[in-house]
């Protein structure tokens, strides 16, 4: 079955970096869009930034000139390097992949999230 698994959370004070990743595996036969979503306390999950197949990029106002998303496919990767981070950026960070499988079956797919928080 296909995974995805992120990693590179914590806490951190305001004005620090961090860098997220993400990993796919499993039966995957290739990757279309990959993204970064985040979730606060009480809010909904949206959209933070997408990179896709052919490397156009879009990033939420709020994130852009402090965050770069990044891929590789040959590890089936997905990339948020987060830089000058504010406690605004607090949330549960989620990576998505479209993706289809060996089985031709296309979806989207959702890691587990991994908890940033900025805090002084």
């Known amino acids: 079955q296909v995974k995805l698994v992120e990693s590179g959370g914590g806490q951190v004070q305001p004005a620090d970096s961090l860098t997220l990743s993400c990993l796919a595996s499993g039966p995957i036969f290739s990757i279309y869009t990959m993204a970064w979503y985040r979730q606060a306390p009480g809010k909904e999950r949206d959209l933070v930034a997408h990179?896709?197949?052919?490397?156009?990029?879009e990033y939420t106002d709020s994130v852009k000139g402090r965050f770069t998303i990044s891929r590789d496919d040959a590890k089936k990767a997905v990339y948020l390097q987060m830089n000058n981070l504010e406690p605004e950026d607090t949330a549960v960070y989620y990576c998505?992949?479209?993706?289809?499988?060996?089985?031709?079956?296309?979806?989207?797919?959702w890691g587990q999230g991994t908890q940033v928080t900025v805090s002084s």
């Open positions: 990179i896709t197949s052919g490397g156009t990029i």
């Open positions: 998505n992949m479209e993706l289809t499988t060996i089985q031709a079956r296309t979806n989207h797919y």
